[in-house]
Nanobody, 116 residues
């Protein structure tokens, strides 16, 4: 059983930065993909960024060049560095991890609010 604990959300002004963390308990050495979705009341949950076990990264078009996903030293924590934040980045951000032949695991979500 894997549990994901997110941290790092909060309130930031436009143009500011935040770093989200997603710490996985238990072994994730067999994972396929880890990453982040976000959701607002007006929109469906959308993929923001993901990193594969082979360190390939994927980004939603609107965050390319501003957000960076990383998993330093292949540890159990994935980070999402968010720079040049915009009000439209406001959402609840959910961490996830995929394993072969298992349902997706989700974190509890962390609120990111970009507002002046």
């Amino acid at each position: 059983q894997v549990q994901l604990v997110e941290s790092g959300g909060g309130l930031v002004q436009p143009g500011g930065s935040l770093r989200l963390s997603c710490a996985a308990s238990g072994s994730i050495f067999s994972f396929i993909t880890m990453g982040w979705y976000r959701q607002t009341p007006e929109k469906q949950r959308e993929l923001v960024a993901a990193i594969s076990s082979g360190i390939t990264t994927t980004y939603e078009d609107s965050v390319k060049g501003r957000f960076t996903i990383s998993r330093p030293n292949a540890k159990n924590t994935v980070y999402l560095q968010m720079n040049s934040l915009k009000p439209e980045d406001t959402a609840v951000y959910y961490c996830f991890v995929d394993f072969p032949r298992l349902p997706r695991y989700w974190g509890q979500g962390t609120q990111v609010t970009v507002s002046s």
